[in-house]
C-alpha cells in the first residue's frame, strides 16, 4: 500500500535526520570545547602580559627615582 511506502519513507528520513543532527550537535560542542580552551588560554597570556608591565613599570620606577 502506498500510504505505508510513504510512513516507511518518512520514518527512514526522520531516522536519517536525526542522526545527522547528533553527529552535528557533537562536532558543535567540541567546537565550543576547543573555543573554551583558547580563551582560557588567552586570558592566561593577559594575565602574563600584565604582569610583564608591572615589573617593567616597577624598573622604570626604581631607575628614574
Known amino acids: 500500500a502506498p500510504a505505508r ?3 516507511g519513507l518518512a520514518e527512514q528520513l ?3 535526520l ?3 543532527y547528533s553527529l ?3 562536532l558543535i ?3 565550543l570545547q576547543e573555543l573554551a580552551e583558547v580563551m ?3 586570558g592566561q597570556a593577559e594575565a602574563e602580559l600584565r604582569q610583564v608591565c608591572r ?3 616597577a624598573a622604570y620606577r626604581d631607575l628614574c627615582l
Open 14 to 16: 526522520e531516522e536519517q
Open 40 to 42: 582560557e588560554r588567552v
Open 5 to 7: 511506502q510513504v510512513s
Open 55 to 57: 615589573t617593567v613599570e
Open 18 to 20: 536525526f542522526h545527522l
Open 29 to 31: 560542542q567540541e567546537r
Open 24 to 26: 552535528h550537535n557533537e
